[in-house]
């Protein structure tokens, strides 16, 4: 039985090259999946944030991921399967190396000095790790198959999936669910499988899937707290597929000006339109209010965050980078002498920052109980990066140590 603490070290026949680009990645709340226009999650403080955009607190949908016992012990645990075969060949080198950015971020292995307590293990059953769905069932076009009949208890294992470039060169957006939804959260008519997922299009950019991995942790965009214009520019008619977009709302009958305020500011227009500016709307898919005091002023913006775009996505990169007027998202950094705002570039962020991992440290915090259990487990520690322990146990306790 093998045991991976988060983050488990890359494998050492393992290598990535970073190349960053950000797609519509955050879309993955429960109304924005059902498709639904008229809920509304409870009204956002225009309170300034600590530094994280927070998307677990004050909602049932989205949560940290719980707490289960494991070997006499409670710990923060994320399951996980690859969608299939094609899925963990894609990804077996980045997905690791992508959890060391913030297992590295963290100070280390989860423990009382580093203050947290998350771990990642692959689903179990039969005595072998599994993938999500039935051998050959798995469509990487609709994201879509035949849930493996061996996790049948495992329905909310995060479904880690490979999506590759499609026969006319599209390139899927790589996109992620955000933090844990329990059972008893969803809609009736929904689907209690793969409700957890990250979805990635670009296998060789680590920093990428760690992006993602924030949104399963539960952190939101930076650049779409409610509090990001006192800090921010964002200029939507510089994002790619806008004036198509536009177009295309002016020729069902919306009158210009509507539908421009629409595409800066209603997540379901944009996705309507298929327009990538539903990632930057500001307040959007969050849950619930950033704690501060608006009276002190933008304390403590996360610039630094790696859940923030750089000013060049989405964008002509050489466009943007050659003059700030053709960027979506600039910094705001004051006025000159004769009175005009002045703007700085925002650079791509290679590791989650000290804000990111607070917001860790706050919602899977290491507790101090845990560690006298796991003292009765003599050498068997989940934290150890790369302990791998070999065990015969019989069907019934791996399904209820490892969760089958």
Known sequence: MRIRAFLLATQFWCYSVTALSFGN?????????????????????????????DGVVNTDY?????????????????????????????????WPAAENLWQDALGGKPSKETGYNLHFVQAWAAGETQFCYAEGTYDPKTAQGTWNWKLHNRQDALVVAYRPVDEKGNKPATSASLGYTPESALFPWQSRQARHYIQISDKDDEVRIAHELGHVLGLLHEHQRSDRDTVIEYRPENIAGYTEALAAAIKDKVPEAEARQKLRDDVPFCQKYNFRGSAYVKNADQP?????????????????SIMI???????????????????????????SSDGKSKFEYIAAKGKPS?????????HYAWREEEVSQRRKRSSREVGEVKVQIKIRRSNSEVQRGMGG
């Open 288 to 304: 619930g209010p950033i704690i501060g005091d608006h009276a002190q002023g933008p304390l403590d913006f996360d610039f630094d």
């Open 309 to 335: 775009y750089p000013s060049d996505a989405q964008t002509d990169t050489a466009a943007c980078r050659a003059d700030l007027a053709h960027c979506p998202i600039v910094r705001r950094a004051g006025t």
């Open 62 to 94: 989205h949560q940290p991921w719980p707490l289960v016992k494991m070997y006499k012990s409670s710990v923060h645990l994320i399951r996980y399967c690859y969608a299939d075969q094609a899925s963990k060949d894609a990804l077996h080198c980045s």
């Open 354 to 362: 000290a804000k990111d991992v607070e917001f860790v440290r706050k």
């Open 25 to 53: 990645d955050f879309n993955g709340t429960i109304p924005s999946i059902l498709g639904i226009t008229n809920f509304s999650y409870p009204a956002a403080s225009s309170n300034i944030g600590f530094g994280y955009a």
